[in-house]
């Protein structure tokens, strides 16, 4: 069964803190997203990644294909970094649709 | 450079109605795939259109549909609504059907079914 789970569900951190959100999924992928979701909707994609490391700013996100999990990282949160992440993978190489966790949700305090 | 761009925003219809949900894809892209995203949940597949063709679905019923023309936009249509269908409906379109490529996200249209 083709799956994805994130954790923590919920995370609240002080302003400045390092955060970490992690990814693990159940079969081999293609390709895996990291995704931020603010109210009311819209979807910005951050990252996507199959193998290795990728850093954008204050994110960087890893990928361990044999151990079958990634990890979204955060330098130095400010409140606007209040949102839900979400992974998202490809299962396989035949199938282009993305499979998505339910997200973590995210909220730094000053 | 204009992303994508859904319409409506927000949208209410009762039971038993039809609705068309409308999406332009990033300039360049030239396949849209369309997710419901109820409550508190993360994104589910309904289907991808490439050259206006339906190419993958996801596990919806065939009051879901969709079509694609020559311009790339889509539309989604739903029939014979359901309380159930209220959700967000995501659109996201890419380049080429191969997977490859990053998928960029329109803000989506917030369904409501009374």
């Known amino acids: 069964k083709n799956e994805v789970e994130q954790s923590p569900q919920n995370l609240t951190a002080q302003e400045g803190e390092f955060i970490t959100i992690n990814c693990s999924y159940s079969v081999g992928i293609s390709a895996l997203h990291w995704l931020q979701q603010h109210p009311g909707g819209g979807i910005v994609s951050l990252f996507m990644l199959s193998s290795g490391k990728k850093k954008h700013g204050r994110l960087i996100a890893t990928i361990n294909i044999q151990e079958k999990h990634s990890s979204l990282h955060i330098t130095a949160s400010h409140p606007r970094d209040s949102a839900v992440y979400i992974c998202a993978v490809r299962f396989g190489t035949g199938a282009n649709n993305l499979f998505f966790g339910t997200g973590t949700r995210l909220t730094v305090i000053p | 450079d204009a992303g994508v761009t859904q319409s409506p925003t927000h949208l209410i219809k009762t039971r038993g109605q039809q609705v068309t949900l409308r999406c332009s894809p990033k300039s360049g892209h030239d396949t849209v795939s369309w997710y419901q995203q109820a409550l508190g949940q993360g994104p589910q597949f309904i289907f991808q259109?490439?050259?206006?063709?339906?190419?993958q679905r996801g596990n919806f019923p065939d009051r879901f549909s969709g079509h694609q023309f020559p311009n790339y936009s889509s539309e989604l249509n739903v029939n014979a609504l359901l309380l159930g269908d209220s959700a967000l409906y995501l659109c996201?379109?890419?380049?080429?059907?191969?997977?490859?490529?990053?998928?960029?996200f329109g803000d989506g249209t917030r369904l409501s079914i009374l």
């Open positions: 996201a379109s890419t380049i080429g059907d191969r997977g490859n490529q990053p998928q960029h």
């Open positions: 259109y490439y050259e206006e063709e339906e190419r």
